[in-house]
């Protein structure tokens, strides 16, 4: 998650620079070569629809990407490796984007910096299951904490989970879409308690709540 | 496992004595509604649960849709930890036992789990299998009628089973003892990163998830999970043990409560704690298969 994290973040500061005009690395040419000159690849962005995702994924992102014209809301790039990890190891890859299209987490998350809320369309596959036939509540919790954890992060910078508490309604059918919807309700100090709910694509049925602390990290220290 | 008579359909429980708008947002009765209201069968359902409001939740319904049994533990079906035991182990059974050491386990794993092993032979423990699939375990048995979901893929696997590769994504083996108690050995791989180097909070949510679903279904047929609340306490490295220690609190008005503390293998540092309730359900038998 952290991971994660840090790889919006960047994404979220060259958005804020395309905002605002020409991106650091476009004025300044030595700093775009060197930037280049390190990524041999483009990674592939997940956050994108692709043929595994539903009519009604499809839908919803069209309604976020509209919103994102006049700035307000912004779309998060999702990569399967950081770009700032330099010693990686070479199987490691960020635990939500390790299956095929479809077969597992096929989400998109958007962030509107105003409201300090994220939103999270999320269609989980057949290798999340629990309960046949059913998400698994492992999965729902994985995507929570993704969801969460990235509206504590953009006004927190580097977080970490300390309490999650989720309250299952209803379980959510496998292959169907769900929105989780993600707000910050207080920081006290290096403390921050957000809020979030799951509910189905036209907001009538609400699958489940939850709520979370995560807490500021010093950046000098080591994680362990 | 001889067949029994189901016990007749009764209106579960007296939340549905209520009128249907006074249904809690987190009761039983809202749990057990469908949640696909596109369905007619669900609409069907529906207006099933509002007639059987009105009339009350004395005897069966007549010619009505079919109503979620009240869970009854002394009933015929109600099963003992050791039927649930031996129909989840499903001893005779070619499937895939994904419960058994492979070389990407680390000596503290192999270690804690020949430890165990040793204990199913004197002090009752019980090495549970691991399928791909929870539809697996229960051969024989299926979700009642109205939680039953129309689309049925075939090629559907257990979240912590997803991951095919030896040792990238959960490798873990669980411990089941008839005093209602588990321990799970849980190794994450290098698919389950999170902060670089270290486990996903989320893939240790899905572990200790699984955990409790198992336990509280042999210890008394909990289903779903209505609850689950972690603290987490420090970050797993990829590769290395987590142990999962399980209790089952208590069993009332048809819930599970259950607990967990994870930590590392000589128990010096806490990895998390959780607590969780299920949902007590029974399952039914599947007709379809014989």
Known sequence: ?????????????????????????????????????????????HALPNPSWSKDLRLLFDQFMKKCEDGSWERLPSYKNSKLVKEQLSQAQLFTRGYEDGLGFEYV???NDDEKRTVCLFQGGPYLQGVPGFLHGGAIATMIDATVGMCAAIPGGIVMTANLNINFKRP????????????????????????????SVDEKILYSEATGLFIKLDPEKSLT | MPKQHLPP???????????????????????????????????TIRRGFQVAARRGHHGALAGGPYILPRFSPASAFGSSTDSLVSRFCQEKTDLKNYTLPNASWCPDMLNLYHEFLEKTKADGWIRLPSFKSNRNHIQGLKLPLAL????????????????????????????????????????????????????????????????????????????????????????????????????????????????????????????????????????EEDSSQY
């Open chain 1, 1 to 45: 998650m952290l991971r994660s994290c840090t790889a919006a973040l960047r994404t979220l500061r060259a958005l804020r620079g395309r905002r605002e005009g020409a991106s650091p690395a476009a004025r300044d040419p030595v700093l775009a070569r060197r930037w280049f000159s390190t990524e041999k690849v483009i990674p592939k962005d």
């Open chain 1, 172 to 199: 959510i059918p496998l292959c169907s879409v769900v929105v989780i919807n993600s707000q910050l309700d207080k920081i006290e100090g290096r403390k921050l308690f957000l809020s979030c709910n799951v509910r």
């Open chain 1, 109 to 111: 998350i958007f962030y």
């Open chain 2, 148 to 283: 039953t979901v129309t689309s049925d893929k075939s090629d559907c696997r257990i979240f912590t089973r997803c991951i095919k590769m030896e040792g990238q994504g959960y490798e873990y083996g669980i411990f089941f003892h008839p005093s209602k108690k588990s321990v799970c050995l849980f190794q994450p791989g290098p698919s389950l990163e999170g902060p670089p180097r270290f486990a996903h909070g989320g893939s240790l949510a899905a572990m200790i998830d699984e955990t409790f679903s198992e336990t509280a279904y042999l210890a008394g047929e909990g289903l779903f999970t209505l609850n689950l609340s972690i603290r987490f306490k420090n970050l797993i490295r990829v590769g290395s043990l987590a142990v999962l220690n399980v209790d089952v609190e208590k069993i009332e008005d048809q819930k599970l409560y259950i607990s967990c503390v994870a930590q590392s293998a000589d128990r010096q540092t806490v990895y998390a704690k959780a607590s969780g309730t299920f949902l007590q359900l029974q399952l």
């Open chain 2, 9 to 43: 359909p009764q209106v579960l429980g007296g939340t549905l004595d209520q009128p249907q708008g006074a249904a809690e947002k987190g009761s039983l009765a809202s749990l057990l509604q469908p949640c696909q209201p596109q369905s007619q069968r669900s609409a």
